[in-house]
């Protein structure tokens, strides 16, 4: 049954993997949202360890493969700051908190440049009146980015200070998560995979 269950897993894998990089993403975009989503799962359950090991291995594909505007980056500093607080690294932590919470306070130029795939619609009614108001689309989808982008600069805030960040952020990520690999999954990977624990403050005590 575990040999199964591991097979279908990995068939999975290899089909999420096909689809992303038929969107144009590369393996690296698709590697570091599953490390991030590993460590919150990690997080969430108290594996310390686990969550330490999943955002630096995290760390080193942003490191490389991503631009320094990419809000991913931002992102990783954050998890990476997380796990200096659980290593007991309070003025690391806050250093790199701080360089986090800088990069994302430049997120609007990033999201005026965001394009949205277009989604399957359930029917020709549907499909017409997005193409006819698509523009009108990508505004409006813009707008809701960035009311993301806010909850998360007030989230990094609060947790440079060592405080309860004030939204939830994985939780809504497991339900926000698209389906398809565009520039709106990237966002909100970056926006929903800061780190934070599902206890806190008791995640962050000894």
């Not at 942003?62 to 659980?86: K, M």
């Not at 990033?110 to 698509?134: N, T």
Request: net charge positive; charged share 30%.
């Amino acid at each position: 049954m575990s040999m199964s269950a591991q097979h279908i897993s990995a068939c999975d894998a290899d089909t999420e993997l096909a689809m992303a990089r038929k969107a144009g993403w590369r393996p690296a975009d698709l590697n570091w949202e599953r490390l991030q989503e590993q460590g919150n799962a990690h997080l969430l359950t108290g594996n310390r360890s686990g969550a330490t090991r999943c955002f630096r291995r995290a760390g080193w594909i942003a490191l490389w493969r991503f631009g320094i505007s990419d809000p991913r980056r931002a992102t990783t500093l954050a998890n990476l700051a997380l796990t200096d607080r659980l290593a007991g690294h309070e003025a690391s932590a806050r250093r790199r908190y701080a360089k986090a919470r800088k990069l994302w306070d430049k997120i609007d130029t990033w999201i005026d440049g965001m394009q949205a795939a277009r989604r399957a619609r359930s029917s020709l009614f549907h499909l017409r009146m997005e193409a006819r108001h698509w523009e009108t689309y990508q505004d409006n989808m813009r707008n809701r980015m960035r009311a993301f982008a806010a909850e998360t600069s007030e989230a990094m805030s609060a947790l440079e200070q060592g405080k309860p960040p004030p939204h939830r952020l994985y939780e809504r990520w497991r339900g926000e998560k698209p389906s398809v690999f565009d520039d709106t999954r990237k966002f909100l990977a970056a926006a929903l995979l800061v780190g934070a624990g599902g206890n806190y403050p008791s995640s962050f005590e000894g």
